[in-house]
């Protein structure tokens, strides 16, 4: 069975930084692209982030990128997600998803929606 349990959300000001985690089980990493997206209330689902290791690469969303990091944690199946010079408007219910590599996660479609499981999320509000 496979689960996404994502982890680390909560309350920052504006300016700070916080760092999720998205534990997984029931599925090897090397074989899946994992996103991380968002949605805010009132908002469209947002693609955030994707590690794709098996093409060894990232892909950022336009807004979030140069500020949040994508990383996988080896020997631990999790994917983090740091992020750093939160602003208010990145204030989200933050989930992260894995897919297949050959459509999710790559040059062609970015981070991509088309992803099979999916965690329940975590809330990041930044406020002050």
């Known amino acids: 069975q496979v689960q996404l349990v994502e982890s680390g959300g909560g309350l920052v000001q504006p300016g700070g930084s916080l760092r999720l985690s998205c534990a997984t089980s029931?599925?090897?990493?090397?074989?899946?692209?994992i996103g991380w997206f968002r949605q805010a209330p009132g908002k469209e689902r947002e693609g955030g982030a994707c590690i794709n290791v098996s093409r060894r690469s990232t892909y950022y969303g336009a807004s979030v990128k140069d500020r949040f990091t994508i990383s996988r944690d080896y020997g631990k199946n999790t994917v983090s997600l740091q992020m750093n010079a939160l602003k208010s408007d990145d204030t989200a219910d933050y989930s992260c998803a894995a897919g297949s590599p050959l459509y999710v996660c790559t040059e062609v479609a970015g981070v991509g929606y088309e992803y099979d499981y999916w965690g329940q999320g975590t809330q990041v509000t930044v406020s002050s």
């Open positions: 029931g599925i090897n990493l090397d074989y899946y692209a």
